[in-house]
């Protein structure tokens, strides 16, 4: 009912930076959360950073001054903007909205993710 695709992965040199795009589409009555995770070799997913529909954010700790995210809500669009990238931001991203979509008598709530795109910080 609703997919997600991501894009703007890539390889990066350490201080370098990146644009991740992720859009919606489908059936969808209302967008909701918007957010990236990540996932390093090993490691548990963890998040990066979410926007909800009023524009409020919140980061991860790590991600504070060199990650920017926003919203294109016209366009059902997330971006992350990264900047002044390290190697430890190697991993592969996931895009996550929350979003409501129409089913016989009303609406449904759903938190969809998406295929994920690889980010790789070396030099």
């Known amino acids: 009912q609703v997919q997600l695709v991501e894009s703007g992965g890539g390889l990066v040199q350490p201080g370098g930076s990146l644009r991740l795009s992720c859009a919606a589409s489908?059936?969808?009555?209302?967008?909701?959360?918007m957010g990236w995770y990540r996932q390093a070799p090993g490691k548990q997913r963890e998040l990066v950073a979410t926007?909800?529909?009023?524009?409020?954010?919140n980061y991860a700790d790590s991600a504070k001054g060199r990650l920017t995210i926003s919203r294109d809500s016209a366009k059902n669009t997330v971006i992350l903007q990264m900047s002044s990238l390290e190697a430890e931001d190697t991993a592969v991203y996931y895009c996550n909205v929350g979003v409501t979509v129409p089913i016989e008598g009303g609406q449904r709530y759903l938190q969809v993710w998406g295929q994920g795109t690889l980010v790789t910080v070396s030099s």
């Open positions: 926007i909800t529909s009023a524009g409020s954010t």
């Open positions: 489908g059936s969808i009555l209302r967008l909701l959360s």
